[in-house]
Every structure is written in structure tokens, then in C-alpha cells.
């Protein structure tokens, strides 16, 4: 049991890394869309 939480902290901070890359995609991608209708 130990051991599996030990592996999912190890992952965590993995998926920090992507969700942050994604949201960070998701701001460009929004200001490359805003100044087009502008």
C-alpha cells in the first residue's frame, strides 16, 4: 500500500507540469483567437 502511494506522489507532480503547459497553451491560443476579431 505504502508503496503505490508512494508512486502516485512521484506522478503527481508530473500532471502539475502538463496541467499548467495546457492552461498555458489554452492563454495563447485565446489571445491568438482575440486578435483576429479584433
Known amino acids: 500500500m505504502s508503496s503505490k502511494r508512494s508512486h502516485l506522489r512521484g506522478r503527481l507532480p508530473e500532471i502539475q507540469t502538463t ?3 495546457m492552461t498555458c497553451v489554452g ?3 485565446m489571445k491568438l483567437g482575440s486578435k483576429p476579431l479584433i
Do not use: I, L, W
Request: cysteine-free; aromatic content about 0%; hydrophobic content about 0%.
Open 19 to 21: 496541467d499548467s503547459k
Open 27 to 29: 492563454r495563447q491560443k
